[in-house]
Each structure stands twice: as structure tokens, then as C-alpha cells.
């Protein structure tokens, strides 16, 4: 006698990415960091190390970073533009934009790519590689590719 076919039940995975914060750069450019920021400075760099992030549907870069910075206490600063209907990103971890010269900031990777677009303009998708990088030469030494 057989046994009966049962089928198999398999819960079905959450969605997730991976999301990271860091500021390496900042670290080869320190000369150009006010003396009292350095603190804020993590020895490696990192911020956030890369960490697996539970997406819901339709988030888009920024909701995924927004709701991730309040769960883990990393302060975060940004501003609503709406005639482009997004949201740019003044500081983290209480570093800002020009806080390491006039071309520094922090800028946006997904799966390697630079978009051309807001981070609120650009929805995630599972698997999806986020890294929030703080850049001093707008970019170039973060190695922003454009798509």
C-alpha cells in the first residue's frame, strides 16, 4: 500500500532587502571635518552594517530607510521638496550635507546603482542591495554609476 500525497505547506518567506548606512570617506578627508563632529565618526565608518530589512509592497528607498533609522535610534534629517514630490536627505547619525566640505553629502546605492532619482521616487524591490553612503567629492569617491 502507498501512502497518500500530502502536499507540502512552505510558509512563504517575508520580503526583504539589505540596507546600510556608512561614512567611510570621511575617514581618507578627516582634515576637512570640524574638530568637534569628529566624534560622531565611527572607527570603521559604519553606521548601520549591512542588515536585512523586512519590505512591505509599494515602499519606496526612503520608507524602507525611514522606518529602519527609528527602529534602530539612528537620528535621521531630511527634506520634503514637493514640486519634485521627494525627499532629500540632510543627515544621519547627526552628520550632514557640506559637513565634510562643499561636495560632500550623502547620497544612494541600489543593487550598485546611483538612480537619478529621489530616494522616495525609487520602490524596493525583494533582494534589492540599499547602502546609504556619505560621499566628500559628490560621488566620485563612492564609485556613484548612474544608471
Known sequence: MTEPETEAVTEKAEDSCSLSITCATILDNISELAEEKRILIPDNGVILPETDVTINEGESVFDVLNRTVK??????????????????????????????GELSGWTYHVNGISPNVGMSAVKVKPGDKIELLYTCDLGRDVGNVFE
Open 71 to 100: 527602529e534602530k535610534g539612528i537620528h535621521m534629517e531630511y527634506s520634503y521638496t514637493p514640486v519634485y514630490d521627494t525627499v532629500y536627505v540632510e543627515g544621519i547619525a547627526n552628520i550632514y550635507e557640506f559637513d565634510c
